[in-house]
């Protein structure tokens, strides 16, 4: 199913993320056993303990309306989905915490039902990019035609009845939770012979045009789906961003994407500051954070904490505890240092993997249930943060993006936002200190 092989084959790193001298501590994530399967904490919400579970459902007949075959359906408003507001003057920004998933599809290990119900206990929203040829089976892969290769070729494989039952089983749950559903796009190719690095404009339009047509067509595509529930949103309207395969061929996918109605991508490298627009939609890629106990940074990714530990998905077991410890701490201290300084969103990328023994997935749900219920914290989706930033006065969003990594204003927010346009551009800018940079040709993975 869905080419786990392949697939680990393929997940590389962006020759942008380079590595960054930083002296960090640990903060222990090994003792947080804890607080990753206890309760959510004073600053959540208490959930009813009479709650269901969320179950699939039709809107009212007035609202619900089948989109072309049946595999997609107009159903209403997402649900779960808060109202952006715009800042008052002087008001601190909320802390905004993004966790993606790549390739989000629901095989045997059900690591995607299980995010989904962490995410729940911790009051945590999330995005799931999903990669289009997870919904297209094995005997149909000559649909798939990528760019520069071979029709019915692609480097993560396609997927099979089981499969796709279970990957729209949890996709149509997540869209319920208030989870937003973006793209992968579809075969994942990479490297500079053929990969998504080399693509055009054009070539690139055809394949999120192929990625919506996969999520869209699912039920023509597998007869014995027939009768599955439909997904309950309109793809076309849903889906508005997406990283790239290993985060290659970025100004091309924006620019395609751009056209296509995306308002954001995550294919890039940041530093961890406000993001920017860039080429007409908002750069919310993921940034560089602190590996603990050594000497530089990296992206804050699964991918990249074991590029950089073990060089493998399957280094040494003794191992396997430190290293996933160190990317928890890593991610926490990333978080302290925006909770603490500029409040820049932290985002944060994953895989629904088992690399070196899943201690990356243990991280990654110590990483939620440390901070996401913390005072002033929204765990949000892109989709939430974009709408969040598009609410503000840009005069607003200029200024926060003039702090630096980790600085917080120096006489407190309410002094910093009351009046935005009273100082100039380079006013409030730290002259160097806590700014990390992203240099030029050192080792992706930091080594």
Not at 290 to 306: A, H, I, K
Not at 309 to 317: F, L, N
Not at 330 to 349: K, T
Not at 366 to 395: H, M, N, Y
Request: with cysteine.
């Amino acid at each position: 199913m869905m080419g786990a092989a392949k697939r680990i084959a393929a997940e590389r790193v962006a020759p942008g993320a380079m590595a960054v001298a930083l002296a960090a501590g640990v903060v222990g994530c090994s003792s947080r056993a804890d607080s990753r399967t206890g309760a959510a904490g004073p600053a959540a919400a208490k959930r009813d303990a009479g709650a269901k579970k969320n179950v699939p459902r039709a809107a009212p007949e007035s609202i619900f309306r089948l989109i072309g075959d049946g595999s997609t359906a107009f159903t209403g408003s997402q649900p779960k989905q808060p109202v952006a507001q715009r800042l008052a003057p002087g008001q601190k920004p909320p802390q905004f915490v993004v966790f993606s998933w790549d390739g989000a599809g629901e095989d045997s290990r059900k690591l995607f039902s299980h995010f989904r119900e962490v995410g729940e206990k911790y009051h945590a929203i999330m995005t799931y990019f999903l990669s289009g040829v997870y919904l297209l089976p094995e005997g149909k892969r000559e649909l798939y035609d990528p760019p520069k290769h071979s029709v019915g070729s692609s480097d993560i494989g396609f997927n099979d009845t089981e499969g796709i039952r279970n990957t729209i089983t949890q996709v149509r749950g997540a869209w319920e939770d208030g989870d937003e559903i973006g793209t992968h796009f579809n075969g994942h190719f990479c490297g500079p012979d053929g990969g998504v690095g080399t693509w055009s404009v054009d070539q690139w339009r055809s394949e999120i045009g192929q990625t919506k047509t996969f999520v869209k067509s699912w039920k023509t595509n597998d007869p014995d789906l027939k009768s599955e529930q439909p997904l309950p949103f309109d793809y076309d309207k849903e889906l508005i961003g997406g990283r790239t395969p290993c985060l290659e061929g970025q100004k091309n996918a924006v620019a395609a994407a751009r056209a296509m109605g995306f308002r954001y991508d995550s294919s890039g490298v940041n530093n961890q500051v406000w993001p920017e627009k860039k080429d007409g939609i908002r750069d919310l890629s993921m940034q560089l954070v602190p590996v603990p106990g050594r000497e530089f940074e990296t992206l804050s990714m699964d991918y990249n904490f074991m590029f950089s530990q073990s060089g493998t998905t399957r280094g040494d077991p003794g191992r396997h505890g430190y290293w996933g410890n160190q990317m928890c701490d890593g991610l926490i201290q990333a978080f302290d240092r925006a909770y603490d300084g500029n409040r820049a969103p932290l985002i944060i990328g994953n895989h629904f993997e088992s690399w070196n023994g899943g201690t990356y997935m243990r991280a990654v749900e110590q990483t939620i249930a440390t901070v996401c219920t913390k005072e002033g914290v929204r765990c949000v989706s892109f989709r939430q943060l974009a709408d969040w930033l598009d609410a503000q006065d840009p005069a607003t969003l200029a200024k926060l993006g003039r702090l630096g990594v980790g600085q917080a204003p120096a006489k407190g927010w309410t002094d910093f936002l009351d009046e935005v346009a009273t100082s100039g551009p380079d006013a409030d800018r730290a002259s160097g200190a806590g700014k990390a940079h992203a240099g030029s040709g050192a080792d992706p993975a930091g080594r």
